[in-house]
């Protein structure tokens, strides 16, 4: 094994370490060794293919099906220089204050994420669309929902010089999309950070982390050469997402310390519907993601946004099987489609576990009341399509394959509650939350309001795990604003860091 | 590669007919890249889970002795159908999790091939927003 020393470790790139290795960069012009270790390659701009197998393999975990453990739902995460911010579509919402209220984490105001969320909008170039570069399907959403009276409003998108390729969730090929990738981790390095890809943190010890680096055979060479690394540290910030930051944690032996490690996990489960107009719209071409319908948040737990696939995705999202998936599958530029997600509650069983092999587990059931908001989630979709216009829909709950508009006023009957079988019906989730919630005492947290893990000062976590329950929305710039304030309570502290690990 | 035998391949290509009627008339390299990429998704899972499939594939296929005295792969189109609807509506939420695992590697075999989007009118390009506004023109 080869020894490394470091001052600041930070263990992922994405919203949150990506944030905090640019916060922290400041910290190497007064001498300090900051260097953030990714399991995931950087890519070079020619390998941005926009080809969907090759692109999941590169950029996600398990190629973006990441399995729950009774394989009733697939999770969606990155691995890559800028983590999930790669592949996501750019929404960028801040939390609102009641969603900060229900979290109730003492010592955390809306008034600092806020100020701190403002700070990432401006830096990430986030604006509105111009009308003129958003496509059929997209208006057709907002035009359907104003329709129905639901309320309805344009996505804020952080991009910069889009092409309208609409493969944000492949890794945008024209580099437009102001992820870490782009904005704060190239800033980092500019100031010193050393930034090593390819490498999994296989355990944190005592003010140390033990990692392996490996070629991946694509991607730019990473700073290290292959094999194992033991990289002493005097402030450890973990920042692998919701699942591999507990994961981390639990193979480093925490959990006896921190009961509540890896629980209360939260991650919006969420379904893509899919209609059928009788003449093709601009749906591939242009952003794929301009609105979203928050009108139902309060009253029945779930969100609507516009959104458009690629042929796998697409076909695997959809109900059944033969000559009608076929048929729905065989036009894809007539397809209007809706993403459908569910706020679901902090459960303290539904949690990130490891399994013999330190490889993470995720245990979610899912209460009545999420499977509620789905169903009804369908049906407000399928409302929403017929008032744009569509010819049928597919809601994946359905007794029928497709639904024709003329029974557009049987859509409760024909979309019932027990339509909704675990197993069968396609459910995925790309905002995985929780698990090393914040809070004021071990008992029930991981981390004080500020990040840092209960009992040990000099380890923090800085993503979206610190969530005590789910944001409600998008979450990454509220994971950029949590990593924010982490990083500034690394920095406050940086001189008794430094004097108590020497 | 690997990770399937070659009765294991015959059934997924009689499932993928079933599941995508069009692959029917795939054949030579379009049917082996199917099957690649079937075998590299299922390559890329864990060990265990691999084991599972190649279980769970067996038991679709044997399962329909039991009623027609003979296995999956051996029946017509329309029993074959009956068997996977039943398989996918099972009351048994590990069944209908086996099958939306074969669904979905069929899946991603036939839609994941990079030629597959032309015939289904699925033609993104990095200068979408120029096709957008040249049809908006229209």
Same mark, same amino acid.
């Given at each position: ?40 390659? #950087? ?75 403002? #700070? ?12 003129? +570069? ?181 076909? #695997? ?53 999420? #499977? ?36 557009? +006023? ?37 981390? +004080? ?54 | ?138």
């Amino acid at each position: 094994m080869l020894d490394r020393d470091a001052d600041i470790v930070i263990i992922g790139s994405g919203a949150g370490g990506g944030t905090a290795a640019n916060a922290l960069a400041p910290l190497c012009a007064h001498g300090a060794r900051v260097v953030l270790l990714e399991a995931g390659p #950087k890519l070079r701009a020619e390998e941005f293919t926009g080809r969907e197998v090759e692109m999941a393999k590169r950029l996600y975990v398990d190629e973006g099906g990441f399995l729950t453990e009774d394989r009733t739902m697939t999770m969606a995460f990155g691995r890559a220089y800028g983590g999930s911010t790669v592949v996501y579509t750019g929404t960028s919402l801040t939390i609102t204050e009641p969603t900060l209220e229900r979290w109730a984490v003492p010592g955390l105001t809306h008034a600092d994420i806020l100020e701190r969320s403002r #700070k990432y909008l401006e830096q990430n170039h986030v604006h509105l669309l111009a009308a003129s +570069d958003i496509n059929d399907n997209n208006r057709l959403f907002e035009e359907g929902c104003r329709r129905l009276g639901y309320r309805v409003e344009q996505f804020p998108l952080n991009l910069d010089g889009c092409r309208g390729a609409g493969l944000c969730n492949l890794g945008c090929p024209n580099g437009a999309k102001m992820g870490t990738h782009r904005v704060q981790l190239p800033e980092a390095e500019r100031q010193g950070v050393v930034v090593v890809t390819n490498c999994r943190v296989d355990r944190i010890e005592e003010r140390a982390v033990v990692a392996t680096v490996t070629e991946r055979g694509f991607g730019e060479p990473s700073a290290w050469a292959p094999g194992e690394y033991r990289i002493r540290a005097k402030a450890i910030v973990v920042a692998g997402g919701a699942i591999g930051s507990p994961a981390l944690l639990l193979r480093s032996a925490l959990a006896a310390r921190l009961p509540a490690l890896g629980r209360y996990f939260t991650c919006h489960p969420a379904l893509i519907l899919v209609a059928q107009h009788d003449r093709p719209i601009t749906n591939s071409h242009g952003h794929p993601k301009s609105y979203y319908c928050d009108h139902f948040a309060e009253s029945d737990g779930f969100l609507l946004e516009s959104c458009m696939y690629f042929p796998f995705t697409t076909a #695997k999202s959809l109900t059944g099987f033969g000559a009608e998936h076929s048929r729905m599958m065989s036009a894809m530029d007539r397809l209007q489609m809706i993403l459908v997600l569910a706020i679901d509650p902090p459960d303290a069983g539904n949690r990130v576990m490891v399994d013999r092999e330190g490889h993470p587990v995720v245990r979610y059931a899912f209460t009545d009341g999420v #499977k509620h908001s789905l169903v009804q989630a369908m049906r407000a979709s399928a409302r929403v399509f017929f008032a744009a216009g569509a010819a049928r829909v597919h809601a994946p709950a359905s007794s029928r394959f497709f639904i024709d508009a003329a029974d557009a +006023d049987r859509i409760d009957e024909l979309i019932p509650f027990d339509g909704l079988q675990l197993g069968k019906v396609t459910i995925s989730s790309a905002h995985p939350m929780g698990g090393c919630r914040m809070g004021a005492s071990p008992d029930d947290s991981v981390t +004080d309001a500020w990040g840092q893990v209960h009992g040990l000062p000099w380890l923090f976590v800085a993503d979206a795990s610190l969530f005590p329950r789910c944001a409600e929305i998008n979450p990454y710039v509220t994971i950029m604003a949590l990593a924010d304030r982490v990083a500034e309570r690394v920095r406050r502290e940086w001189p008794q860091l430094r004097a108590h690990a020497s | 590669m690997g990770a399937l035998t070659n009765t294991q391949r015959q059934l997924l290509v009689c499932l993928a007919v079933r599941v995508v009627p069009e692959s029917a008339s795939m054949a030579g390299a379009p049917r082996a890249q199917m099957l690649s990429l079937i075998e590299e998704a299922l390559a890329a899972r864990p060990p265990a889970m691999q084991r599972q499939f190649g279980l769970f594939l067996t038991v679709l296929r044997w399962a329909p002795l039991l009623r027609y005295l003979r296995p999956l792969d051996r029946l017509g189109p329309r029993r074959q159908d009956a068997v996977l609807r039943w398989v996918q509506d099972c009351p048994l939420q590990a069944v209908r999790s086996g099958f939306w695992g074969v669904r979905t590697l069929i899946f991603i075999g036939y839609y994941g091939r990079p030629d597959a989007g032309s015939s289904i009118a699925y033609t993104p390009s990095r200068n979408g927003n120029a096709v957008l506004h040249a049809r908006s023109r229209r």
